[in-house]
Structures are given as structure tokens and as C-alpha cells.
T-cell receptor, first 108, second 119 residues
Framework: LAKTTQPISMDSYEGQEVNITCSHN???????ITWYQQFPSQGPRFIIQ???TKVTNEVASLFIPADRKSSTLSLPRVSLSDTAVYYC?????????FGKGTMLLVSP | GAGVSQTPSNKVTEKGKYVELRCDPI?????LYWYRQSLGQGPEFLIY????????DSGLPNDRFFAVRPEGSVSTLKIQRTERGDSAVYLC?????????????????FGPGTRLTVL
């Protein structure tokens, strides 16, 4: 299973754009890159998923370079409610393998 | 609509006891997953079901852990002879399907978890 490496924590302020980069050097051809968000005392929540290039939805963008060995989750104009743990995963077609995630703290 | 629900939300038990944790997936979801999350760690995969059968149980730590999904909907995770190290939040997730080779699989929707404390 491909292992992911991401920063343990990040700090930001309201209104700023936040970019969280994840490395996954041994990603397999069939693996997708998926990001989840988790608030305290809740289960993880799907944010975005992609295979290559760029994916955008209503909450985030995901940038994946051509070699797919890394990816960057971009959160535009964060708010206090975006304070959470963000997990980068590479997945095959079934199970998810979580790392420790990145604790994002957004301050006023 | 209703999301994934798990009961109980909290369970305190004594070492050596038997516990059952229940998961009600989203209606119509054929795939169901169990994960375990310890403090400060990401969720750890335990087992997943496609329909009634366990498609992958490679994450179960030992034979004290067992899970069933007899009718392809509700699932129960069973832990025998509980140990203090079993204390964690047990998360259940469901998806429309698990996907096939070369596909991404569907988004997994997680429940709030059951916090198990073994004294």
C-alpha cells in the first residue's frame, strides 16, 4: 500500500488560502488520491478525489502533477470552521489507508 | 436523508467482557467498512463487506474480533475477551459499492463512531 507523508500541523488565518501538500512516492498506477476532513468526535468526511491534473469542487481543489508522486489540497479563503484534521490517502478500489493527517488550525 | 448511524455512541466495559457494536449504513449502500481509531491516529481499516460477505478482513487484529452482516444491511462488530488495548473509537462507513479493479470505488460515508473504553 502506498504510504503518504504530510505535515503534522499547519496554521492559518481566516480568509487565507491554505495549501496542504502530500507526498506519495510509490503510488500505484491504479491508485486514486483522496482527501478526507475530520472534526473532533466525528467520522471523516470526504472532500475531494482525483487521479491526475486538477480537480475542483465546491469546497476545494486538488492539484496532481504528472508524475503523481505528490498532491496538493487547496482550500480557498478558510474560515474558523475549517479547523480540522485533513487526511491524504491513496486508494485502490476498496479500503482506505489513513496516515496521521494534518491538523489545520485557523485563527481569527 | 439519514446518514450512517452507530450504536451505542459510548461503551464502557471491563477487561475480559464481550461487546457488540452496531452499524446501520445508508439505505441502499452495498459496501460497509469498519475502522478503528486510536487517539491522535488516523482510522485503521479492520474489515469490509460487499453485500453479506466479508470481502476483506485482513485488518482484524486477531481472532477476538469478528463482524457479521447477515442481511446485507446492518452490521455488528463483535469483540470477545476485551483488552485495555481495544479501547478506541470504532468507525463504520458505507458506500454505494466498493468498486472494481482499476476504479476508484465510491465515496465512503462515515458514522460518528462508537467510543469503546475497556477498564
Amino acid at each position: 500500500l502506498a504510504k503518504t507523508t504530510q505535515p503534522i500541523s499547519m496554521d492559518s488565518y481566516e480568509g487565507q488560502e491554505v495549501n496542504i501538500t502530500c507526498s506519495h512516492n510509490n503510488i500505484a498506477t491504479n491508485d486514486y488520491i483522496t482527501w478526507y476532513q475530520q472534526f473532533p468526535s466525528q467520522g471523516p468526511r470526504f472532500i475531494i478525489q482525483g487521479y491526475k491534473t486538477k480537480v475542483t469542487n465546491e469546497v476545494a481543489s486538488l492539484f496532481i502533477p504528472a508524475d503523481r508522486k505528490s498532491s496538493t489540497l487547496s482550500l480557498p479563503r478558510v474560515s474558523l470552521s475549517d479547523t480540522a484534521v485533513y487526511y491524504c490517502l491513496v486508494r485502490g478500489y476498496s479500503t482506505l489507508t489513513f496516515g496521521k493527517g494534518t491538523m489545520l488550525l485557523v485563527s481569527p | 436523508g439519514a446518514g450512517v448511524s452507530q450504536t451505542p455512541s459510548n461503551k464502557v466495559t471491563e477487561k475480559g467482557k464481550y461487546v457488540e457494536l452496531r452499524c446501520d449504513p445508508i439505505s441502499g449502500h452495498t459496501a460497509l467498512y469498519w475502522y478503528r481509531q486510536s487517539l491522535g491516529q488516523g482510522p485503521e481499516f479492520l474489515i469490509y463487506f460487499q453485500g453479506t460477505g466479508a470481502a476483506d478482513d485482513s485488518g482484524l487484529p486477531n481472532d477476538r474480533f469478528f463482524a457479521v452482516r447477515p442481511e446485507g444491511s446492518v452490521s455488528t462488530l463483535k469483540i470477545q475477551r476485551t483488552e485495555r488495548g481495544d479501547s478506541a473509537v470504532y468507525l463504520c462507513a458505507s458506500s454505494l459499492r466498493s468498486g472494481g479493479e482499476g476504479t476508484s470505488g465510491d465515496e465512503q460515508f462515515f458514522g460518528p463512531g462508537t467510543r469503546l473504553t475497556v477498564l
